[in-house]
């Protein structure tokens, strides 16, 4: 299966070939502000499965306790839109965000991530894989 996805304005299109890993929300301080919403839809898959068309504008996210890269949020430098968080551990895995998706009539979050920031008036179907750290 293609999914297909492109930004806000054009400039960047995209295909995600393949079965994805896993489709996790993600309530962290970092994707809330980044997304302006109150939490992120990933698709996560392998990096070779994504095949972006376009020049992509990269923000390297940063530990708040270790100052380490732990992220490169990738998104167009022309509107804005988040394509995709490409993670340095484990390397090769990529979170593209599912509203950047053509159809999003099959996306089903079944993991969510980063709890503990969960904005209190948010509720979530039961998800199968709930993380949050004490
Ligand atoms: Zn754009
Ligand atoms: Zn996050």
Redesign the pocket.
Known sequence: MTRTGRCLCGDITYDLDGDLIATAV???????R?SGGA??V?LIAQESQLTVRGELTTFEDRGELDDAVH?RRRFCGRCGSPIV?VLTAPAGIV?VKAGTLDDRSEVSPTVE??CEHKQPWVQLPAMAVSLARE
């Open positions: 993600c309530h962290c301080d970092h994707c809330q980044q939490f992120s990933n992220v968080s979170a991530a980063w």
